[in-house]
Nanobody, 121 residues
Framework: QVHLLESGGGLVQAGGSLRLSCAAS????????MAWFRQAPGKEREFVAA????????DYVDSVKGRFTISRGNAKNTVYLQMNSLKPEDTAVYYC??????????????WGRGTQVTVSS
């Protein structure tokens, strides 16, 4: 059974930083693209960032470019989201996702249960 487990969420003041982690288990995700999405209350789920299987290609939504960095761990089954200069509008539940390619990652085949990020003003 496939599991994606997010961690690292919490409460932070505006301008602060958080680092989210997602650990995948149940199968080998070395060749999968992985991504982060978020969903704020009353809003649709939004793509945030993705990284390809090698860690060399990344993609970001415009609103987080220059502030967030997605990366993969050495074992490739872990993905991180370093979030700097956080803003209240970044408040959301953040979800980890995995899919075969960067071209399909935005639909996501595998999903975690999410971790709450709250940014206070």
């Amino acid at each position: 059974q496939v599991h994606l487990l997010e961690s690292g969420g919490g409460l932070v003041q505006a301008g602060g930083s958080l680092r989210l982690s997602c650990a995948a288990s149940g199968r080998t995700f070395n060749n999968y693209a992985m991504a982060w999405f978020r969903q704020a209350p009353g809003k649709e789920r939004e793509f945030v960032a993705a990284v390809d299987w090698s860690g060399s290609t990344t993609d970001y939504v415009d609103s987080v470019k220059g502030r967030f960095t997605i990366s993969r761990g050495n074992a490739k089954n872990t993905v991180y989201l370093q979030m700097n200069s956080l803003k209240p509008e970044d408040t959301a539940v953040y979800y980890c996702a995995a899919d075969l390619t960067m071209a399909t990652i935005r639909k996501g085949t595998y999903w975690g249960r999410g971790t709450q990020v709250t940014v206070s003003s």
